[in-house]
């Protein structure tokens, strides 16, 4: 009766243990999570792949950061006003993508 007794406070003190350590691996509030993170550093790349591709945009000008939910951060210069909308414009153009914020700042 009393190994009984040791076994089920055993178990109950690892169930315990176990709920507190996979509490501490949860997601707080306002983080990505692990899958959120790939998909953003799939869409930066082929954001940035697109940009270096293109004849029309400076890839090396322009940095490119991807946060919450397909949303899409341009930062860096343009050469001109069309450098610009052409980079948001490949950008959109990427599966994922929800929403393109132009940080971009046009320096001749």
């Not at 949860?26 to 998909?39: C, N, P």
């Not at 490119?64 to 939910?69: A, E, F």
């Not at 490949?90 to 700042?105: D, E, F, P, Q, Y």
């Amino acid at each position: 009766m009393k190994s009984n007794i040791t076994r089920i406070i055993a178990i109950a003190a690892m169930a315990g243990a176990a709920t507190v350590m996979i509490s501490g691996c949860s997601v707080a509030r306002k983080q990505e999570t692990v899958g959120q993170y790939i998909d953003g550093s799939a869409i930066t790349a082929e954001v940035k792949a697109k940009l270096a591709n293109d004849p029309d945009t400076s890839a090396a000008n322009i940095n490119v950061k991807t946060i919450d939910g397909g949303v899409v951060q341009l930062s860096g210069f343009a050469k001109s006003q069309r450098e610009k909308d052409r980079a948001a414009e490949l950008a959109r153009s990427v599966k994922g993508v929800t929403r393109v914020h132009n940080g971009l700042v046009v320096k001749p």
